[in-house]
Nanobody
Framework: VQLQASGGGLVQAGGSLRLSCAAS????????MGWFRQAPGKEREFVAA????????LYADSVKGRVTISGDNTKNTMYLEMNSLKPEDTAVYYC?????????????????WGQGTQVTVSS
């Protein structure tokens, strides 16, 4: 599956952004999907994941209550709605896909990655 992330940008602390991840190449509903992020000098970390058909979700504790992951099968697109953004949310955000229709917080489970979209939150 090929993934294209978009929607990043510069926003003030407390603001909101919605990231999108467009998928192509394979039947979207057979995959679990997720968002990860990588800040400068840090390892890539889990943000959120979703099982496509069942709608089960996982969230990192650092974003729980502030972000919502969702998907639209008709558009083969996954979304990450982020609210109450903080400077520490600044990172490149990557979308990813994995075999098996269940969510996972493990990078190792995801075999397909998008190119990343930059999110910068100013204080």
């Amino acid at each position: 599956v090929q993934l294209q992330a978009s929607g990043g940008g510069l926003v003030q602390a407390g603001g909101s952004l919605r990231l999108s991840c467009a998928a192509s190449g394979r039947t979207f509903s057979r995959y679990g999907m997720g968002w990860f992020r990588q800040a400068p000098g840090k390892e890539r970390e889990f943000v959120a994941a979703i099982s496509w058909s069942g709608g089960s979700t996982l969230y990192a504790d650092s974003v729980k209550g502030r972000v919502t992951i969702s998907g639209d099968n008709t558009k083969n697109t996954m979304y990450l709605e982020m609210n109450s953004l903080k400077p520490e949310d600044t990172a490149v955000y990557y979308c990813a896909a994995k075999a098996g229709d269940y969510p996972s917080a493990s990078r190792a489970d995801f075999g397909s990655w998008g190119q990343g979209t930059q999110v910068t939150v100013s204080s």
